[in-house]
Each structure stands twice: as structure tokens, then as C-alpha cells.
């Protein structure tokens, strides 16, 4: 059973994706990229919203090449977007030549080795097969070095295949201060000027939404699609995900007794806590509970921020509503931890990671509702 089959009576969680804000979201990109092309990155099933319907909604927005991680991802993007121009970002795999050429899916080569593996599959072929270099300029990541890129650049004569696009991948960018941002913009400069007949691409999100000149031909926004914040100065856009948690029970707990694993909430006065049923298993992180003296994210219950206290377990959360009316909550409502004024930057910030990964680890157990 997936989570879209889970029906709501039966569970923990109600995950909302609000489709139009999606689209809405890369149309803005679209604006502030211009007039560089805009991509959208749809790795991780559509940064955790569902890859059919994502992909589905950022075509019919405009979105027309679309990059993700892996070739099994590039297969099912293929059977939703018989059209797309379709990039693999993790490299060219051993044997799996055959399947990018069967699935008209171009892969972004990071290596001398790649490089010669494509170049000798199109020559068995007898095909030049379009394909993406990726250049590394300050991540140590993937990617080729600068001499590399040079040595391909002066061997494009005997390359064998076209070449569909040169790229990078900033390290910094969130940071819009750290000087490696403009290194790598140099770096990249200097790169891109080595092809100059071949689409160049550097912006993620952040640098989207960054200095025009970090924009080349192509900008490749992710997070920002789906909206997270790109930047800590930068607004995120409209929310794309809601969660709301079904409370499973209410209980009343005593001055001086302890809430959840390992007693790190101890109760200052006589309390009323909602116990939600979802957790880390859910994708809610454990860091984001409170203990004693750390405090914890927050859950809009009834209209109401109530803190969340004591250890996320597997399955379950506490939150403490000791401030709301006897009368306004129940077993079996729903308490709101996406949306209502939360958003992933608030969870993310109280759980000591990012948007990206509260977004991509959000569980399979909730009933899901794309709106």
C-alpha cells in the first residue's frame, strides 16, 4: 500500500501538496532567471511530493529540461515526459550506456573516464549522442578538474558526441558572502568561455535568486520550486506542503513528572499534553522535541503555537496544550506542523538541519492529497 492508498480514517498524518503553489513558484523563477532558461530539479520523487505529479504540474507551468540523480529516476521521469530534455546528475554508471541511448536521456559526465566510456559507446553505436560535462569549481565533488576540462575543450574535434551542456554546482550559495561564491563564478567564467557554443549552467537555488551573473544560459532551482527557503536573506516562496498529525490521545500529567523517552521534559506545573501519532519514522526529526533545557519546534493546535516537548520517538510526539481550552481539542483532530504560519525553515532551524532535508525524509505513512 502507498501512502496516496492509506485511507485518512487510518492514519497518523494528512500530508497536503498544493500543486498550484508549485507551479506558481517556478513561474516566479522563471521571471527572476530571465533571460536565462529555467530548469527544475526533480530528484529525491520531486524533493518528497511525488515525482508524477510534480513533474506532471512543472510541465504544463513551461519547465521543459529537468535534471535528476539517477538513471532509474530518468526512466519513470521518461514515461511522464515523453518530451522532456532529461539530464542524469550522478554520472555514467558502468553498462548503462545503452539504457540512456534506449530512453533518449543525456548524462552528465564528471570524469575522463565517463567521458571515454560515452565517447566509445556512440563510436560502437555509430551515433553522436548528446551528452552534459560537468565541471567541478569548488565543491570537490563530482565533476571534472579546470586541466580536464581544458583537455576536453581541446579535443572537441575527437570528442564523438555533441555536447548539450557545460555545468557546475556552487558550494556556497546560501551563504551570499563566502568568498568561494565568487571563485567559483570566476572559475566557472573562464570555463564556460572554453565552450562557448554550448549552453552553460551554474545557478542552483540560491544562486538563482543571487546575482544575475551567476545565471549563465540555465539555472537548475530546486528547494526554492518547492518552497524552501533558498538563502537565509531571501523569502522562501508559497508553501507546497501542509502536514497536519492526527492526536491520538490527551493526557494529563502531574508537576515534576517526565514526558517521553529518557525523562528530557519535566513538567513545571500540573499539564495537558497531546500526543501525536507520527515520528522520526515519518520523517519528523528527533532533534526537533525539546528536553529541559533546549527548546523544541512548535504544533498550531486549534489555532493555537503549542511547543512540542520531550524526545520525537519512532511513532509518536508529544505537545504540550496546557494553554488551550479543556473544550477545543480531542482525540482524533488534527494538530498542524506544516503550515498555519509554520514552515520547513521553522522546523528545520529547531531540528538543527535544512529545509531539504525535512522535505525529502517526509514519510510514506501519511494519507497524501495533492490539491
Not at 265 to 285: C, E, K, M, N, Q
Amino acid at each position: 500500500m502507498n501512502a496516496r492508498d492509506i485511507p485518512l480514517a487510518e492514519a497518523g498524518g494528512l500530508l497536503t501538496i498544493d500543486l498550484s503553489a508549485l507551479a506558481a513558484n517556478y513561474q516566479e523563477l522563471v521571471r527572476r532567471a530571465a533571460p536565462a532558461a529555467c530548469a527544475a530539479v526533480l530528484k529525491g520523487d520531486g524533493y518528497g511530493i511525488g515525482l508524477a505529479p510534480a513533474a506532471k504540474t512543472l510541465w504544463q507551468a513551461g519547465a521543459r529540461t529537468f535534471f535528476v540523480a539517477l538513471l532509474g529516476e530518468a526512466r519513470d521521469l521518461r514515461d511522464l515526459l515523453p518530451d522532456a530534455e532529461i539530464f542524469v546528475l550522478n554520472g555514467l554508471f558502468p553498462d548503462t550506456e545503452a539504457a540512456y541511448r534506449e530512453r533518449n536521456l543525456r548524462p552528465v559526465l564528471g570524469s575522463p573516464a565517463e567521458i571515454a566510456r560515452w565517447r566509445a559507446f556512440c563510436e560502437r553505436t555509430g551515433e553522436g549522442l548528446a551528452a552534459a560535462v560537468h565541471v567541478d569549481t569548488g565543491m570537490n565533488r563530482l565533476g571534472l578538474t579546470p586541466a580536464e576540462a581544458v583537455s576536453v575543450a581541446e579535443g572537441r574535434a575527437e570528442l564523438g558526441f555533441p555536447l548539450a551542456l557545460v555545468m557546475s554546482h556552487l558550494a556556497c550559495a546560501d551563504e551570499p558572502v563566502h568568498p568561494l561564491n565568487a571563485r567559483q563564478l570566476e572559475d566557472f567564467r573562464a570555463i564556460a568561455a572554453l565552450f562557448p557554443d554550448v549552453r552553460a549552467s551554474l545557478a542552483n537555488s540560491a544562486g538563482t535568486v543571487s546575482d544575475p551573473a551567476y545565471h549563465f544560459d540555465l539555472v537548475r532551482p530546486g528547494i526554492a520550486v518547492y518552497g524552501g527557503r533558498p538563502r537565509g536573506d531571501v523569502a522562501p516562496l508559497r508553501p507546497v506542503v501542509r502536514l497536519e498529525l492526527r492526536i491520538a490521545r490527551i493526557r494529563h500529567v502531574h508537576e515534576g513528572e517526565t514526558v517521553g523517552y529518557g525523562g528530557a521534559h519535566t513538567a513545571i506545573r500540573p499539564s495537558r499534553v497531546a500526543i501525536l501519532s507520527a515520528g522520526y519514522a515519518d520523517g519528523i526529526p528527533r532533534l526537533a522535541g525539546a528536553s529541559d533545557v533546549r527548546p523544541g519546534a512548535e504544533a498550531v493546535v486549534a489555532g493555537h503555537r503549542c511547543p512540542l516537548i520531550g524526545r520525537i520517538s519512532m511513532d509518536l510526539l508529544a505537545v504540550d496544550i496546557t494553554e488551550l481550552a479543556e473544550d477545543v481539542v480531542q482525540p482524533g483532530d488534527f494538530a498542524t506542523l506544516l503550515g498555519d504560519g509554520l514552515t520547513l525553515d521553522n522546523l528545520a532551524r529547531h531540528s538543527h538541519t535544512i529545509d531539504y532535508e525535512i522535505l525529502t525524509s517526509l514519510g510514506r505513512r501519511y494519507h497524501r492529497r495533492w490539491v
